[in-house]
Every structure is written in structure tokens, then in C-alpha cells.
Nanobody, 127 residues
Framework: QVQLVESGGGLVQAGGSLRLSCAAS????????MGWFRQVPGKERSSVAA????????YHADSVQGRFTISRDNAKNTVYLQMNSLNPEDTAVYYC????????????????????WGQGTQVTVSS
């Protein structure tokens, strides 16, 4: 079991930027596929971005393509989500997730592929 803790959320004006961090403990992340999801209050979680174990394969949802970038630093046991050009539609609770490890070669885009979840961090974008 890997424990994940998100940080970096907050209130930002439209057009601004934030960088979210996901720090892991209990396990090293070197073999884990990682993902970022977000959830608007009262609605289902949706995939934002994903990265494979090494960082060589990445996925970004169409709604954030060109604005958000997922990255990882396995030496620091941390995954990041750089968010630029934020708009009010990006307002959500953002969750970090990890699969069960195993050096899966591709970015994993589906919620069902992940078994480890952080508690989430709130991102609010004002207009």
C-alpha cells in the first residue's frame, strides 16, 4: 500500500497557474503508473493526466491539452501537475492516484486502473 498526499491547490484568478504535487510514502514510485483526476462537486471523477513508471509515456485529457503537464521525479518520490492558463471550468478537487506497480509501459487513463488514491486538493479558479 502506498500513501499519497496532494498539495499545491488554492485560489487563483483565470489565466493564472498552479503546480500540484503528489508525495508518496510507504513505497517508492519507481514501478508505478500515476494519474491525476479531478471531481466537480456532485459529479463523477474524470481523468486529467497520466504518466507511466518512467515518464516516457504521458496522457493529457483533451480539455487540458496544451495547458496542463504531468511529470514525475522518481528520485523525489513525487508526481507533479503543472497547470497553466487556468479557467473557472478547471475548478475541482484534484486527486492523485497510483496503480499497483509492475512497470506498466503506458500511461493509464481510466479510474478503474488505479488502486491507491490521495485525499485530494481543492483548486478554485475565479473569473
Amino acid at each position: 500500500q502506498v500513501q499519497l498526499v496532494e498539495s499545491g491547490g488554492g485560489l487563483v484568478q483565470a489565466g493564472g497557474s498552479l503546480r500540484l504535487s503528489c508525495a508518496a510514502s510507504g513505497r517508492t514510485l519507481s514501478s508505478y503508473a500515476m494519474g491525476w483526476f479531478r471531481q466537480v462537486p456532485g459529479k463523477e471523477r474524470s481523468s486529467v493526466a497520466a504518466v507511466n513508471w518512467s515518464g516516457s509515456s504521458r496522457y493529457h485529457a483533451d480539455s487540458v491539452q496544451g495547458r496542463f503537464t504531468i511529470s514525475r521525479d522518481n528520485a523525489k518520490n513525487t508526481v507533479y501537475l503543472q497547470m497553466n492558463s487556468l479557467n473557472p471550468e478547471d475548478t475541482a478537487v484534484y486527486y492523485c492516484a497510483a496503480d499497483n506497480g509492475g512497470y506498466y509501459p503506458s500511461a493509464r487513463r481510466f479510474e478503474s486502473e488505479y488502486t491507491n488514491w490521495g485525499q485530494g486538493t481543492q483548486v478554485t479558479v475565479s473569473s
